[in-house]
C-alpha cells in the first residue's frame, strides 16, 4: 500500500499532469520500514523494485486516453469547457420537434440503454493488425514468381504441372453411369439389336467369373396364354354406339349381373332359417318333460333285446366233406373248365366268319377315340385362352364396362370415362396368366387394443 | 423282392415343380423382390397338371414354378444387386438412426443400381420379336403418362413414360402408319401398322383417373420400370429406320418459328411441351425431301393367282390414299376437343392443325387464319364464324380415319345429332348383320355419290337393295334350279315316249338368234361347275358341305332379322320425331 502511495505522489508531481482523483491521502506513510535486498541480479532486481507508480500513472494515462481522447494537460481550454448561458437550445429543440412528431407523437425514440451499454465507448482506435497488411516470406514469394514467370515465358514447365498434366484425369462420368436409376427421364437408348456381342475375352474365364449370361431356354419365350395383349371392347362401347351392338352388349352385362345374382340368392336361401327347425310351444314343453313321463313300451324293447342276443350266439358248424363229395366236385370243376375252353375255341373260330363286323366295330373304336382325341385338343386350345389356376384365388374378371341408355353423352365433350384403364391393365395381366391373383394383405394387428377412459372424461360421468 | 421302396415325391412332376416360397428362398430374396425379378425375366406361374402329386398329396392351392426356371433365375446378375439394395438399405436405416449425416451421404451416393439392357436382349433377341410385345408397353406407358404427380408412383417414372409416348406418337405421325382409331367408354384405341406388324394400344382420357385400390401398384411399376427400357430401345431404332434424329430434335425451320414462350413452362421441359404439342416436323439426319413412293414390285408367287395379287395392289392404293386423307386441309381446333388426339390423328394423315395459343404451346396459325378449312368445334353454337370454312364436330375426324375417306360434312355439322360411331375392330364376314350406317360408308368408298338431300332416305334404299341383292342372287340359285329341273322332266317325258315306241313329235320351226350375253353365260357356266362339283362331292364332305351352307342360311336370316328390326326402329323413331313436330306446329 505505501509504495502505492509514494508512486502516486512522484507520478502527480511530474509537470502537467492532472490527478483525476484529487486524493489528499499524501501523509502519514512514512511509518513503514525500508527493507535491504540486494538488487545485483536481474532476477531480484525485477522482483524488488517497485513498478506499481509507474504501472498507475500509465492506466491513468490510458483512462485519460479512452475517456477523452487523449491527455487532458494537452487539451486546449476550449475543448475541456464551455461557456454557461442558461438554456439557449430551447429555440432549437422546438425546431426539431415538428420531423420527430411526425415519426412518433409523445416519446422521442431513443436507443435502448442496453444498447448504449454495449457500445464501443473507447475514443482510442483500435489497434492495427500488422499481419493483416504484411505477406509473410513475401520477398521469398516474389522472387519466385519472378522466376516462374520468367521459365513461363522461355516456354518450360515446372516439373510439378507436369506431373499433373501426365496424370490421367479422374473418370467422374464412369461413376455418374454407375448410379444412373432405370427411370431417369433423359436416359440414354442406343440401338441394342444392331451392336454384336463384345465379349471377346475368353469364355472360360468368363464363365468361372460368372460374367458370361446363360442363354435363355427357347420354352420361356412362349406366352402363357393366346389372348392379345390389348383387347378391344365390343363394338357396343362406343362412345356413340350404334343401337344393336350397344344393346347386344347391355344384354351381355345383364346376363352377368343375373347370374352374380342367382349365386347370391341361392347363398341366402341356404343359409335361411328352416321353419321347421324353430322351436314351437310343443317341443319345447316335450323337452322339459323328457325322461320324466314313463312310458309303456319300454319293457317291450328290453324283452327284444333279449332275443336278439340268443340269435346272435349261434354259430353252424358246417359238416366234413366225404370222400366222394369231394371227387365229384372235382369232376364238375374240371368238366366245367373244358366246357369253357371249348366255348372259347369255337367263339375263335367263329370269329373268322365274323370279320366284317369286327373290322367294323374297330373302326367305329378307331373313329370314337379320334373323335375323343379331336375334343380334347379342341379343350386344351380354349384352355390356353383360359385364365389358369395360379394361386390361392381364382382369378375374378372384372365388370363390364356398360353406360346405360340414359348415361351416353352425346357428344365428346360430355363423355364420362367409364372404370378404370389401370384396373383393366391389371386384370389383362392376370387373366394373361403373367402374374397370380392376389388380395391386398389385410392389416393384422398384433397387440391388443386397450380402451381407457380419460381422467377428463370419466369426471363427467 | 428286394431293393430299396421307393419313395413317393421323389420322381416324375412332383420334381418338375417348385412352390413359391421354396423358390424365393432358394434365391435368397424377399417376396417383393423376388416377385420383381421374375416380373423382369419374363417367368411366369405355372398350373401343373396333376395338382396333387406336385402338391405331396395335398390340394392346397399353391403357386407353383417350374424348377428348371428358377434355376435359370439364379443365373441372373440383377439378383445379387437386389442383395445389394437389401443391404445398401440396412446400411442406410442404420446411419440414419445414429445420425451420421455424412455415412448417409456416402451411402446414397453409392446406392446399387441395375440396367435392364441385356434382359431386353435377352427376352426379345431380335427386333421384330421386341416390335410384337410393344402393346402392352405401349398402354403401360400411355396409362402411366397420365397420372398425375402425387406420389402413387415416383415422379420420375412418369416423366420417362411421357417422353417415350411423344416420341412415339411423334414416330407415328412421321411414318404415317397409324391405321384406326376407336373412341370408347373406356379410352381410346388406336392401331398402327409398323413394319407389318398391327400394334394396338389404349389411350386413357385424361383427367379420368379414381386410383382403384385393388391393383398393385408395385407390380405395375415393375411392369412399366420393363416396358420403358423396351419401348425405349425400340423408339430408338424406330428413329433410325426413318433417318430420324433420336432424342427427337424439331425439325430446324418449325423450331425458329416456334417462338419461345417464356412463361408456358419450365424451360427444362418446354421442349418436351413443344415435342408433344405435335404440331412440327421432326429434324432427320440426311435431311432430303421425301422419298418418291416406290412402285410395287410384282413378284407372282406361283401359289397365289392373279387375283389375290390385284387384291393386295388395290388393298396397297387404298392404303396409300388413306395417308394423304387430310393432306390439304387446315383445321384449327376450339379449346373444349381433345387436343391431343385430334392433332395426333391429323398429323398422322397429313394435315395442318393449330389451337388457340392459351391452350398450348406450338400453335402455328390463328383463329382468324382465313385459309382454314376446317374448324373443329365441340358446342351447340359458335358465336363467330366465318364463311369459308366448315364448322364440324370431332367425330368427324374419327369416323373419316376409319372409313378411309372423307365423308360428307353435312353429318357432323354444328347441333347435329351424330351418327353412331362404329367400331373399326369388328370385321364382318358375309351374312353377318351390318349396320346401315356402315352399308352406306361402303358404298361411299366404293364411289357411289349419294344425293345430297335426304341423305337417311338414300341410306335406307341403299340398304334395302342390299338386301334385295342378297335376295336376287339366291332367286337366282333358285330359278336356275328350277329350269334345271324342267329340263330333265322334259326329257325323261320324251324318253318315256320314246320307249313305248311312239314317234316323236317332230316341229320345224324358224330358228331365233339367241342373244348371248357373256357375262350370263359366264356365270351360268360358273354356277353349273359348282353344282357339279357339289355333285361330285363325297357323302362326308357333302354333310359338311350341307352343314356350312345350312349355317350360312341361318346367319343371313338373323341379319335380315336384325335388320327388318332395326328399320322398325327407326321408322318407329321417325314417325315418333314426325308426331313431336306436329305438335309442336
Redesign the interface.
Known sequence: MASARRLKRVAASQPGFINLKSASDSAGSASSRRKRVNKNKKKSWNKHSDINDIDDFLEDVRHQERTTGGLLSEKSDDSLFFLDIGQPKKAEQKEEEPVEGKKRKGKVSRPLRIDLILQHDSLVQPPKDVLAYQQPNAKKLRRIAQKAEQLAAKGVVPRRQKQLLNRRPVDRTVKKAVTEANNNPDREYYDIWGQESKNTADPWYLQQTGKKLVKRPEKLNEKPSVLPAVEVIAPGGSYNPDFFSHQALLQEAHDIEVKKQKEEDKIARQLAVNRADTATEETVFNEQVEGLVEEENEEEVALDEEEEDGAVGAIVLADKKTEKKRKREKAEKIKEQQRLADRRQTDQRQQLFQLRSIKASIKQQAQKTQAKQIKRKAKQEAQKAQPRRLGKLKFQPQDMEVQLSDELAGSLRRLKPEGSVLKDRFKSLQKRNLIEPRERAKFKRRLKLKYVEKRAFREIT | MGGLQKKKFERGSATNYITRNKARKKLQLSLPDF?RLC?LK??????PKHKKKVNKGSTA???FYLL??IR?LL?E?IVGKFRDYKVFVRKLKRAYGKTEWSAVERLK???P??????I?????P??I??LR?I??AL??AF?FSTFARTGKC?V??I??C??LTVEWMNYVIASRSLRKV??????I?YQAEVMGQLI???V??QF?????????YR??AT?T?FY??LL??V???LY?SLNLV?PPKLDSKTESELKDEDDYAMNSESYLEKLSALSASLARVVSTAEEEEAQLDQFPVEGEDIETMEAREKEEKQQEAQKKLFEGLKFFLNR???RESLAFLIRCFGGEVSWDKSVCIGSTYDVTDETITHHIV??PNVDKQYINRYYI???WLYDCVNAKILLPVEDYFLGV??P????P??EEKDGD?V?P?KLKIMALQRGEKPAQEDEEEEGEEEEEEEGEDEEEEEDDNEEEDEEEEADEKNLKIMEEQRSQGKSLKVKVTPGKVKVENAARLEQEEKAEEKRLAIMMMKKKEKYLYDKIMFGKKRKIREANK?AA??KA?DDAEKSDKKKKAKTRK
Request: glycine share 2%; aromatic share 14%; with cysteine.
Open positions: 416377385r416380373i419374363g417367368i411366369y406361374p405355372h398350373e392351392a399353391r403357386t428348371k426356371d435359370f443365373h446378375p451416393e453409392n446406392k443400381t441395375y440396367k435392364l439392357d441385356h431386353i436382349k435377352e427376352r426379345f431380335s427386333f420379336d421386341a410385345d402393346d402392352d398402354c403401360m396409362l415416383h420420375q417414372t416423366q420417362l411421357r417422353r376407336f373412341i370408347s367408354i373406356k379410352g384405341y394396338t394400344w389404349l386413357p382420357y379420368s383417373h379414381d386410383h382403384p385400390t385393388d391393383v398393385d407390380v405395375m411392369f420400370e420403358t427400357t425405349g430401345f423408339n430408338f431404332r433410325h433420336y373444349e376437343v381433345p365441340d358446342r364436330q370431332p367425330q345429332t351424330l353412331p360411331h362404329l367400331s375392330f369388328v348383320y349396320p350406317e336384325l328390326k332395326r326402329h
